[in-house]
């Protein structure tokens, strides 16, 4: 049996949480939100999150963050990308030397472009950081139902512990050494979600969906292995895989908004109505930064950004993506003649 701390009691925090107990393990979560620690305790379900689940009488709740961290044989951050920073520079002081923190959040932090175990290795040097990334909405796992994910850690050994106290029958966990390839597959994606929303929105159709997949993907992989990641990491469970359960599911808030905005709201109205933090909206301004800074293009990260932040209709976001210069579908496309 391992120590957990969960630090975040959102929906990803709740869920993994349910996982953990259910393998066995010691799970003591605590959020920066003290209202919701004594709702958790009082109901034992997270009422507006994880709806009808109820949390198993292991899961402890706690306002005492050192109760959270301390003795812990894995840390889980499972804040919203926005507070990965200001939550990890709070625990810098209280995180032991090679400490396991696995990062589950997805984003990129617009003002320095840095990646999320970056941002957390920046303000807690002494910890060994590693990421936990898949198609794998919360709603589902709560419930305990079938999901396959993937760890990403920089030894051999962190991985493999990892994989071992999260797997179980319905929780099928692979490891990958690519941290990097991970993270920026699990935060562009939330830009694609939001431009497949929009297709939504306008009433496209199944192709549309199809092809916003399939060239999100290539987008996302041209900057992601010249940032260093590994190709085959986005043709895996953190590349095409998140990418298809974001663009596809009920679940999804970034699919969610971009709908909202296909249907003719604007991105306030949009955010408001699905009341969480939209992430693709902060992603899409570092993926355009990103695409700048090394050279890349990102046709549908660039009309997010145009849709998002210049007012630029979805239906003529669309069209301009259509009429782009006619081009093979890969860069090294090989000719017998
Ligand atoms: N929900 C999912 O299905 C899912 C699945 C995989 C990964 N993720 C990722 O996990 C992360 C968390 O997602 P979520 O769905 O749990 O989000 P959420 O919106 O449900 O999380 C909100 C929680 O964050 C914490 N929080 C709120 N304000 C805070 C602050 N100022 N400082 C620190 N903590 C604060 C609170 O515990 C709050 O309940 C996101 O990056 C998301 O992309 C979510």
Not at 57 to 76: C, G, L, R, S, W
Not at 140 to 160: C, F, H, Q, S, W
Not at 212 to 232: C, F, H, N, S
């Amino acid at each position: 049996m391992a120590n957990v701390g969960i630090i975040g009691a959102g929906s990803w925090g709740t869920a993994l949480g349910i996982l953990l107990c259910n393998n066995g393990h010691g799970v003591t979560v605590w959020s920066a939100i003290e209202s919701e620690i004594d709702m958790l305790n009082e109901k034992r379900e997270h009422v507006d999150k994880l709806p009808g689940v109820k949390l198993p009488d292991t899961m402890v709740f706690t306002k005492d963050v050192k109760e959270a961290t301390d003795n812990k044989d894995i840390i889980v951050l499972a804040v919203p990308s926005v507070f990965t920073r200001s939550t990890a520079h709070s625990l810098k002081d209280i995180i032991k030397k090679d400490q396991i923190i696995v990062n589950v959040a997805k984003g990129i932090e617009e003002t320095t472009l840095m990646t999320l175990s970056q941002i957390i290795e920046e303000e807690i040097p002494q910890a060994n950081v590693a990421v936990l990334s898949g198609p794998s909405h919360a709603e589902e796992v709560g419930r305990g139902l079938p999901t396959t994910i993937l760890v990403g850690a920089k030894d051999k050994e962190t991985a493999y512990f990892i994989q071992k106290v999260f797997s179980s029958e319905v929780f099928r966990v692979y490891v990958s050494s690519d941290i990097l390839g991970i993270e920026i597959g699990a935060a562009l994606k939330n830009v694609v979600a939001l431009a497949a929303g929009m297709a939504d929105g306008l009433g496209y159709g199944d192709n549309t969906k199809a092809a916003l997949i399939t060239r999100g993907i290539a987008e996302i992989k041209r900057l992601g292995v010249l940032m260093g990641g590994r190709p085959e990491t986005f043709s895996g469970l953190s590349g095409i895989g998140d990418l298809i359960v974001t663009c596809a599911s009920q679940h999804s808030r970034n699919r969610k908004a971009g709908m909202l905005m296909g249907q003719g709201k604007t991105m306030k109205e949009a955010t408001e109505e699905v009341k969480m933090v939209v992430e693709g909206i902060y992603s899409a301004k570092a993926a355009i930064a990103l695409a700048k800074k090394y050279n890349v293009e990102m046709p549908i990260v660039e009309q997010v950004n145009e849709i998002l932040f210049s007012d630029k209709p979805c239906k003529q976001a669309v069209k301009d993506l259509m009429l782009r210069d006619a081009k093979p579908e890969n860069d090294d496309a090989q000719w017998s003649k």
